[in-house]
């Protein structure tokens, strides 16, 4: 008998002598899932060009391969996935965007600043850095959020956008050049932090506050449907 020579091992592979086989293996193979997601590279690539932190990002409602970015210094910028790279940048705000919302060749943005500001961006037109708003609303306070119905809604020749405040208002505006808000609801006396637009059921708003409150409302009826309050 020597060290090399290769010794025998006995197993007992009767099942009642092993009550967590099951329980072993489903951990080893969780285990090998999660190592083999973590080796997969999920990381696509980046898109570099912002002086500032990103503050929202908001898709193409009609080009999957286009995004929008609103920053903390103001800068609106339409990114091209497939190039990578920025289509425009504009100075829009002069504080924090906290909104984008996409209608046809124009986007809806909002800021800390309290102007509501209407782009064109149809892609014939030479946009930059010093391209002016089509049209802008002043509002009474801070606006942290908006969101546009869908291009099908049924007035899609001139759809409804709302915003939220931070007095816990919410005001319903039409793309037709009115300065006032055509409703405004309350969800209480707390700041909004998010509006969105039912995709199917275009009159169907769901709104979010810093109230821990979550409301859903029909603006046809004006009538609220449910609100929960965590």
Request: glycine content about 4%.
């Amino acid at each position: 008998v020597s060290k090399n020579d290769i010794k025998k091992i006995h197993r007992d592979y009767a099942p009642e002598s092993h009550p967590f086989e099951d329980q072993r293996e489903y951990v080893r193979a969780l285990n090998a899932v999660k190592l083999e997601r973590s080796f997969a590279k999920p990381f696509l690539f980046d898109l570099t060009g912002n002086s500032d932190a990103v503050k929202i990002l908001q898709n193409h409602k009609s080009r999957l391969s286009s995004i929008f970015s609103g920053s903390y210094d103001g800068m609106i910028k339409e990114w091209n996935l497939a190039t990578k790279s920025a289509r425009f940048t504009i100075k829009g705000h002069s504080s924090c965007v906290n909104g984008i919302s996409q209608i046809g060749d124009n986007i809806i943005t909002c800021s800390d600043d309290k102007h509501i500001k209407y782009w064109n961006i149809d892609p014939l037109n030479e946009i930059n850095s010093n391209t002016e708003p089509v049209f802008q609303i002043v509002h009474n306070n801070a606006i942290k959020c908006l969101d546009s119905q869908y291009s099908d809604a049924s007035n899609s020749n001139n759809p409804y956008f709302a915003i939220g405040d931070t007095n816990g208002d919410i005001h319903l505006y039409e793309m037709s050049g009115r300065t006032d808000p055509i409703n405004s609801f309350n969800w209480g006396t707390e700041s909004m932090t998010s509006v969105k637009f039912n995709a199917t059921e275009n009159n169907l708003l769901l709104a979010t506050g810093m109230d821990n409150s979550v409301s859903l409302f029909d603006i046809a009826h004006s009538v609220f449907v449910v609100e929960i309050v965590n």
